[in-house]
């Protein structure tokens, strides 16, 4: 099992910055990922890091902007967000599972999530 906490989310003017963090206790596991969603919407995938940190992945949108790193002595997982935009709001919640995946299904255990609220 994992027990996975969020936090670092806020308002925040366009063209701003947040850093997300993702706090985990219990087992390890191969991937964490974040995810979205706005109202309205479904949710979706934000990016995804590996274990080790060698690998990531963003969906196109927020490629450039955003940057997810991980502190593995911390059990933690951070996704610095910049240059916001007003579409960029959502609850961020972070997730983690056995296998590298942009699917949600695929994802054991989820936080509570954090509002990311950006301003035009």
Not at 55 to 73: L, Q
Not at 93 to 117: E, H, M, N, P
Request: aromatic letters at 12%.
């Amino acid at each position: 099992q994992a027990h996975l906490v969020e936090s670092g989310g806020g308002l925040v003017q366009a063209e701003g910055s947040l850093r997300l963090s993702c706090a985990a206790s219990g087992r390890t596991f191969s991937a964490t990922c974040w995810f979205r969603q706005a109202p309205g919407k479904e949710r979706e995938f934000v990016s995804v890091i590996d274990w080790s940190g060698a690998y990531t992945d963003y969906r196109d949108s927020v490629k450039g902007r955003f940057t997810i790193s991980r502190d593995n002595a911390k059990n933690t997982v951070y996704l610095q967000m910049n240059s916001l935009k007003p579409e960029d709001t959502a609850v961020y919640y972070c997730a983690v599972g056995s296998f590298i995946s942009t699917d949600l299904r695929k994802y054991d255990y989820w936080g509570q999530g954090t509002q990311v609220t950006v301003s035009s």
